[in-house]
């Protein structure tokens, strides 16, 4: 796995919890 894929995921991932978290709350 490239490195910037890995990073971009990442990002993505933390993007989607975050979007989850405000719709929990």
Known sequence: ??????LSTEE???AVASNL????R
């Open 21 to 24: 978290q405000s719709r929990i």
């Open 1 to 6: 796995v490239s490195r910037d894929l890995y």
């Open 12 to 14: 993505f991932i933390d």
